[in-house]
């Protein structure tokens, strides 16, 4: 049966009327492969012997490869997946264009592989937000897995922008599930292959043709010329997006990205009104710490997608700046510290200056007591970013795990950090009441978690118990770990810790009062757990062969674990460490056990000086960077 063409469909919404007849439910969507020895291409559609829409069973022999893959959902749930997904996601990473893909991918002319693949990657991506009874727990597991694997082969064996697309998609689908090696994977993987086929460059760059005579070794063009300016923008936003996920993956950790900037040479994306009218701009460039920006005025602030990258671009230098040993007990070091410091912050300044002000002002848009809209989400997404920069930046010196006569907590930043979280709270709850939870992603998940952590390690250090406004960020989070289950996480882990604290406030004394002194001290005890761990695993020999003796250091309880999620942002500053050298393969068991012995000592002896600083409230007038602003 050949399918006719679509009036308009990219106007259609997910519960809106086909303009021509539905499937039924025991037929299912199954395009055919481009076949080079003919024009003329048919869609067949095979009926399913089960009452749930699941196609039957197909021959292989002589299919291509989308053939030779498993079926995808029945046309009409193919469909309210595909614009489910435009509604949910696209709507804040808007990594293709509505209307050509939705033209491409269900108009008359017949899929090729790449885009069969791509239909693989909204289905797994979609299916969260899909509330169609045919879909049981079951078949749902079913189709996200099939459609997962079948990214992931495509992907190995092949090398497109489709490819990338529906591989970058697929990282979205995975990385909100999980923080792990899963995701880390296949960013990894999307990462090499944006490099390799071009994408991370304009292509009149110099890192790709040399403006003049050279010797040096150049990359070749490996993409052919784009035909439109949807296709090349399309290109452009594939690559951002890999950044961004690259980014998002990697703040949390003490890895390195897996993008380099140095070999960034990108414009930003443009405003979303050019990219839909295929109307061709030349916006501003990605500044790199070796490339300035050149302005364009045709990437105003108004197109989201630009200032996102530009903050993710500022939260990356601020990764790398926290990453650097410093020597607290040097003022040179320290003074260095502080100077990148400050230089980071005026950095963030600046690029809030030139944010629209209905966007930069959060208490505007909070008190305006208008909900927000679906194009609203974009920029909901770029002002979490930008709090989530300011306390990665400002935590390291609010809430130190280390310090000296040289190196203090600053009032000033502890502020900071308090006004960012509680910023976070006021626009969770204002994204809540205009019922746009299910349109936020992985992305608002975590730096609500990262607020929630916060107000944890506030507590902790400051006031001895814990902020009610917690319960806030759980909830969202609860909320949220509906679509995405790195967020459901998130809210287990934080009530966990709120049940622990709860019950150490309701133990009594043997005369029946409640004990004033574990209430104060469990706090602390949560984040003592977490540094007790971190620093035994940064202390690790990296070649032992065998435990040593179990002690308390070595054998944590299983909720320890989760302290240490709950305060691993916070262990800053990274200090220098003059340890034993144990890159040899050749240390002696038993010096290797003295040595294995000794890393516990120092780990017992540590937990009541440097482990858990019980610093007072500092001291506004004696802050460094207080006094430097007013300077200034």
């Known amino acids: 049966m050949i399918r006719e063409p679509w ?6 919404g997910p519960n809106d009327p086909l303009p021509h007849r539905r499937l039924s439910t025991h037929e299912s969507y199954q395009p055919r492969a481009v076949d080079s020895q003919s024009v003329q291409s048919q869609n067949y ?27 995808l959902p029945p046309f009409d749930l193919l469909y ?100 792990g090696p899963p995701g880390w994977n296949l960013i990894s993987l999307l990462a090499r292959s944006v490099v390799q086929l071009g994408l991370a460059v304009e292509t ?95 990437s105003s602030p108004s197109s989201h997608f630009a200032a996102w990258v530009e903050v993710l671009g500022i939260l990356s230098s601020i990764h790398r700046f926290l990453k650097r040993p410093v020597d607290i007990g040097s003022l040179t070091d320290i003074e260095q510290w502080q100077g990148t410091y ?11 200056f030139n944010i629209p002000d209905e966007y930069a002002n959060i208490t505007r848009l909070v008190e305006s007591k208008v909900p927000s809209r679906g194009q609203d989400c974009g920029w909901i997404h770029v002002q979490a970013a930008y709090y989530l920069a300011v306390i990665r930046l400002n935590s390291s010196a609010a809430y130190p795990s280390q310090t000296s006569p040289l190196f203090s907590s600053s009032y000033s930043a502890m502020q900071r950090c308090l006004r960012a979280v509680d910023s976070v709270r006021k626009l969770a709850n204002h994204v809540q009441v205009s019922g746009l939870l299910d349109h936020m992603g992985p992305s608002f998940a975590f730096c609500v978690w990262v607020c929630a952590r916060v107000t944890l390690v506030h507590g902790s250090t400051m006031d001895h118990e814990i902020d009610p406004d917690l319960g806030v960020f759980v909830s969202i989070l609860s909320a949220m770990g509906v679509y995405w289950d790195a967020s459901r ?6 009530n966990r810790v709120l049940g622990e604290y709860q019950q150490s406030r309701a ?40 435990s040593y003796h179990p002690t308390r250091a070595n054998t944590p309880q299983p909720n320890e674990f989760e ?53 007072p409230v500092p001291n506004p007038e004696e802050d460094w960077l207080y006094h430097t602003a007013h300077v200034q």
């Open 7 to 12: 009036s308009n469909p990219s106007r259609l």
């Open 45 to 71: 559609h095979t009926p399913s012997a089960q009452s749930h829409g699941l196609v039957s069973p197909v021959p292989t022999n002589g299919l291509g490869f989308a053939e030779r893959s498993s079926p």
């Open 80 to 179: 309210t997946l595909v614009a489910l997904f435009f509604e949910h996601i696209n709507c804040w990473l808007p990594i293709l264009e509505h209307k050509s893909t939705v033209d491409r991918l269900f108009g008359s002319a017949a899929l090729d592989e790449a885009d069969n693949v791509l239909l693989h990657a909204l289905v797994a991506v979609s299916l969260r937000f899909c509330q169609d009874p045919r879909l049981t727990t079951h078949i749902r597991q079913q189709y996200h897995q099939t459609s997962k694997h079948t990214v992931q082969l495509f992907a190995l064996e092949n090398s497109s922008v489709r490819a990338l697309q529906a591989l970058t998609i697929l990282a979205l689908d995975v990385t909100g599930d999980t923080n």
């Open 204 to 298: 009149t760059t110099t890192l790709t043709a040399s403006k003049y005579p050279s010797i040096s070794t150049l990359r070749a063009a490996v993409l052919p010329e784009a035909l439109s300016f949807i296709e090349d923008e399309e290109r452009r936003r594939l690559f951002w997006s890999a950044y961004m996920l690259d980014r998002y993956a990697t703040i949390a950790t003490a890895f390195e990205f897996a993008l380099d900037e140095k070999e960034v040479d990108r414009r930003l994306p443009c405003r979303e009104a050019f990219f839909a009218a295929d109307q061709a701009v030349e916006t501003s460039t990605f500044r790199t710490p070796t490339r300035s920006k050149v302005v364009s005025a045709a």
């Open 342 to 352: 400050r230089r980071l912050d005026g950095e963030l300044n600046a690029w809030l």
């Open 489 to 494: 996480r998130y809210a287990e882990i934080l």
């Open 507 to 546: 133990s009594t004394n043997s005369d029946g009062r409640r004990g004033s002194p574990s209430t104060v001290r469990i706090l602390a005890d949560m984040r003592r757990c977490a540094y007790d761990l971190d620093f035994l695993i940064s202390r690790q020999p990296h070649h032992a062969t065998r």
């Open 563 to 615: 302290y240490l999620d709950v305060f691993d942002l916070f262990n800053f500053p990274r200090l220098h460490t003059n340890g034993p050298d144990t890159s040899g393969d050749s240390v002696p068991q038993s010096v290797m056990h003295q040595m294995q012995s000794a890393v516990a000592s120092d780990l017992v002896a540590a937990e009541d000086s440097v482990m858990m600083p019980n610093f």
